[in-house]
Every structure is written in C-alpha cells, then in structure tokens.
C-alpha cells in the first residue's frame, strides 16, 4: 500500500520545540522531493520547506527561516521537519508531500501529479501563547 503518514504534531508553549516526521510505506524517498506545508483555518496552505533529490538541498520559507530545518534520518524513507523557537503564526495542520522530481518547490501545485505525488493526512500543531 502507497502511504505517507505525518506524526509527532501537537501542543506546544511559545518558544518551543517540535520534531515532526514524515514517513512513507511502499515506495521509497530516494526518486522523490519531499515538502512540508501548512495550512491554517481560513488560510491558503503555505510551503513551508522542501528537500531536493538531485543534491539534498533545501529551501525554507521566510516565515519559518532560522528556525526550522528539514532533514533526512537515518531511515530513507524518513524525512523531518525540527521546529524552534515556536510562535503562535505557526500552528497550523502540517502535510508532507512527495513528488517525483530532481529538485523540490514550496508550491502546493508542485505535488499534484495524479501517478507520482502523494500527500499525508496532517498533523496538528498548536502554539500557545
């Protein structure tokens, strides 16, 4: 089965820290982009960072540049996104996406290719104040 599952969301104080994982089951991350986005109610979903295929490099929007970093354990098929120094502006429901590319985009519209993208449920992240 092609899945790919978010974890690791939840309540969180301002100034903290959260580790969320993206993790994908039959098929591997090796061929793909990998993106995060946010969506927040009433908002359009923003692109938060993404991981290239070609050369591992990264982009970040400018949001969420300096304090967060997306990267690759250990297990392939694992891609994270650490977030510091939280704020209120970030909680949102937070997707990973996987497309069948060299290199990633924070655009939604990047992942939605019917045969090679995928995209998780979400995972919520809430900051209070």
């Known amino acids: 089965e092609v899945q790919l599952v978010e974890s690791g969301g939840g309540l969180v104080q301002a100034g903290g820290s959260l580790r969320l994982s993206c993790a994908a089951s039959?098929?591997?991350?090796?061929?793909?982009?990998i993106g995060w986005f946010r969506q927040a109610p009433g908002k359009e979903r923003e692109g938060v960072s993404c991981?290239?295929?070609?050369?591992?490099?990264?982009d970040y929007a400018d949001s969420v540049k300096g304090r967060f970093t997306i990267s690759s354990g250990y297990g392939k098929n694992t891609v994270y996104l650490h977030m510091n120094t939280l704020n209120p502006e970030d909680t949102a429901v937070y997707y990973c996406?996987?497309?069948?590319?060299?290199?990633?985009?924070?655009?939604?519209?990047?992942?939605?290719?019917?045969?090679?993208?995928?995209w998780g449920q979400g995972t919520q992240v809430t900051v209070s104040s």
């Open positions: 991981i290239s295929k070609s050369d591992g490099s990264t």
């Open positions: 996406a996987a497309v069948l590319r060299w290199e990633c985009s924070l655009g939604a519209d990047f992942y939605s290719d019917r045969e090679s993208a995928y």
């Open positions: 039959g098929f591997s991350f090796d061929d793909y982009a």
